[in-house]
């Protein structure tokens, strides 16, 4: 036993039990042998929402919500959003070390000549309806992509694992230009090789006839430290849901697709659109004191403040905001920016909102640079999918990796009828 236990008295047996603490924790299993007697289950957590039950240990993302930090692999959010590219964090999250020089080069290499998709994907993506949502889209796209590489099944296999990694990275911003094309009515544009991770996804979303599409480095610079920050953010719903499937030991695309179905919920990456729909109903700066007593009134909500983890400024937002301005040189100020930053003003000198630590976070201004971009807004999600698909792949490796980990299997509170008699149906229906 550690030094650190917990001592818990059983009323109703009288009984008490030492508990081991480790990391802050303490292992269900362990209250699990608290019961009443011999012939009953022990205790169990109940915890909707998994807001304080820890389901794996892993160095991949660190966040301190109080402090407002976030750290990938132990390097601060703020110096590789300053001074790294998004394909070198991906190794970062994957590998679990920055690249050398050499490892850089055969990584970006590898990802630069995988971004193409088999022709038959294309087809099938060719037959959605016009009007298709790009997530449903993205979702049943990644998932096809398990039957075009069946060997993806060996999980066990390292480098089977390493091609997966490599193909889910470089052909996300494919499949998601490939939606975005598909909606407006557009042909499919094919990766150009010649182009940065980042520069090669804005062509393929917006060439048109020219001959060579070279976007402006300020808006190559924006997207990729917005892919950056949205790279993992540790045990959120669609990470939880990654490595749940992933713990059927099923391929790796078969999971990510999980990961993209759970990001397409509303609650989860839909947030930065509600900040947009938000600003327009506002409509102007002089509407906003307005709008604010709404907020302690409980007759509006207020979109892109607050976070489950952070009780501090994100500290993804403080980047983003700079962010802004770059992209907004190139394309014009949006007028929703003044509403958004009067907004921003207003609430941070606000007791109301400064008492329950209500900040902007990273959602607050992303939905800015995504329109002035002209990106739709059902289009959001998908820019959020394909950076996260690198901190899914890195979480997901540490499952199979973690010799600790089991199927995914949580228990319930059964509260429906027992030992009922069935009736036949010449009674029920008589």
């Known amino acids: 036993m550690t030094e650190e236990t917990l001592t818990v008295r059983d009323n109703r047996t009288g009984e008490?039990?030492?508990?081991?603490?480790?990391?802050?924790?303490?292992?269900?299993?362990?209250?699990?042998?608290?019961?009443?007697?011999?012939?009953?289950?022990?205790?169990?957590?109940?915890?909707?929402?998994f807001t304080n039950t820890a389901s794996t240990r892993s160095a991949v993302t660190f966040i301190d919500g109080d402090k407002g930090i976030l750290e990938y692999r132990g390097y601060?959010?703020?110096?590789?959003?300053?001074?790294?590219?998004?394909?070198?964090?991906?190794?970062?999250?994957?590998?679990?070390?920055?690249?050398?020089?050499?490892?850089?080069?055969?990584?970006?290499?590898?990802?630069?000549?995988?971004?193409?998709?088999?022709?038959?994907?294309?087809?099938?993506?060719?037959?959605?309806?016009?009007?298709?949502?790009?997530?449903?889209?993205?979702?049943?796209?990644?998932?096809?992509?398990?039957?075009?590489?069946?060997?993806?099944?060996?999980?066990?296999?390292?480098?089977?694992?390493?091609?997966?990694?490599v193909r889910l990275i470089a052909k996300m911003p494919t499949l998601g230009a490939w939606a975005f094309r598909h909606a407006q009515g557009k042909p499919y544009v094919y990766p150009d090789n010649d182009l940065t991770y980042t520069e090669n996804f804005l062509a393929m979303l917006f060439k048109m006839s020219e001959q060579k599409y070279n976007p402006d480095p300020r808006l190559s610079k924006a997207l990729e430290v917005l892919f950056i920050l949205h790279a993992d953010h540790e045990q959120n719903c669609s990470t939880n849901a990654v490595r749940s499937i992933g713990s059927s030991q099923v391929d790796p695309y078969s999971a990510v697709s999980g990961g993209i179905a759970a990001l397409f919920g509303p609650l989860h990456g839909g947030a930065n659109e509600a900040v947009l729909r938000m600003l327009k109903r506002i409509g102007t700066v002089e509407n906003v004191p307005g709008f604010i007593e709404g907020v302690k009134k409980g007759d509006e909500k207020l979109m892109g403040f607050g976070h489950r983890v952070y009780k501090n400024f994100d500290p993804r937002a403080t980047i983003i905001k700079k962010a802004v301005d770059d992209v907004f040189e190139v394309t014009g100020v949006n007028p929703l920016l003044k509403i958004a930053q009067e907004l921003e003003k207003v609430a941070l000198e606000d007791e109301y909102f400064v008492k329950r630590k209500l900040y902007p976070n990273v959602d607050f201004y992303s939905g800015l640079i995504y329109e002035a971009l002209e990106f739709p807004p059902e289009m959001f999600t998908v820019l959020f999918a394909i950076p996260r698909t690198a901190g899914w792949l890195a979480q997901w490796v540490e499952l199979v990796d973690d010799k600790e980990q089991k199927i995914a299997r949580p228990k319930q509170i059964y509260t429906g009828e027992r030992n009922l008699v069935f009736p036949p149906s010449s009674e029920r229906w008589a």
């Open 76 to 165: 601060p959010i703020e110096q590789l959003a300053e001074k790294s590219t998004f394909l070198e964090v991906a190794y970062l999250l994957i590998h679990g070390e920055l690249p050398t020089e050499d490892q850089h080069a055969q990584w970006v290499h590898e990802i630069t000549y995988h971004t193409f998709v088999h022709e038959n994907l294309k087809s099938l993506m060719q037959g959605f309806r016009y009007d298709a949502h790009p997530m449903g889209m993205l979702l049943s796209s990644v998932g096809a992509l398990s039957t075009f590489y069946p060997e993806a099944r060996a999980i066990s296999d390292e480098q089977v694992r390493h091609e997966q990694i």
């Open 16 to 49: 008490e039990y030492e508990l081991e603490i480790t990391d802050g924790t303490v292992r269900a299993a362990d209250l699990g042998k608290i019961g009443k007697s011999d012939d009953e289950p022990g205790l169990a957590v109940y915890d909707p929402g």
